[in-house]
């Protein structure tokens, strides 16, 4: 079994910078991609950002793009959410998402795509 740790979440102001932090832990750990989801209040769980586990391609969320990046480290089965120029609209919970390691058929962007998940981090931006 699999298990996602988040952590860095917090209040910030608008236009700060917060880093979140995805822990994976699991003999059979072996992702294609890992990933991070949103869930504001009243609203469906939304795609930020993506990587491949495997190589380089990442894959971004149009309202993320030139603000947040997705490192990860292989060694440490660890990958993160830089997040810059915050805004109230980033205001939400946020989960970490890896998949089985299957050949992939469901693209990054899907919630679909993903067999396990965090517990989620909650990140509120005040005006």
């Known amino acids: 079994q699999v298990q996602l740790v988040e952590s860095g979440g917090g209040l910030v102001q608008a236009g700060d910078s917060l880093r979140l932090s995805c822990a994976a832990s699991?003999?059979?750990?072996?992702?294609?991609?890992m990933a991070w989801f949103r869930q504001a209040p009243g609203k469906e769980r939304e795609f930020v950002a993506a990587?491949?586990?495997?190589?380089?391609?990442?894959s971004y969320a149009d309202f993320v793009k030139g603000r947040f990046t997705i490192p990860r480290d292989n060694a440490k089965n660890t990958v993160s959410l830089l997040m810059n120029s915050l805004n109230p609209e980033d205001t939400a919970v946020y989960y970490c998402?890896?998949?089985?390691?299957?050949?992939?058929?469901?693209?990054?962007?899907?919630?679909?795509?993903?067999?396990?998940w965090g517990q989620g981090t909650q990140v509120t931006v005040s005006s």
């Open positions: 998402a890896a998949d089985r390691g299957t050949y992939p058929t469901v693209p990054m962007t899907s919630t679909a795509r993903y067999n396990y």
């Open positions: 699991g003999r059979t750990f072996s992702p294609y991609a």
């Open positions: 990587i491949s586990w495997r190589t380089s391609l990442t």
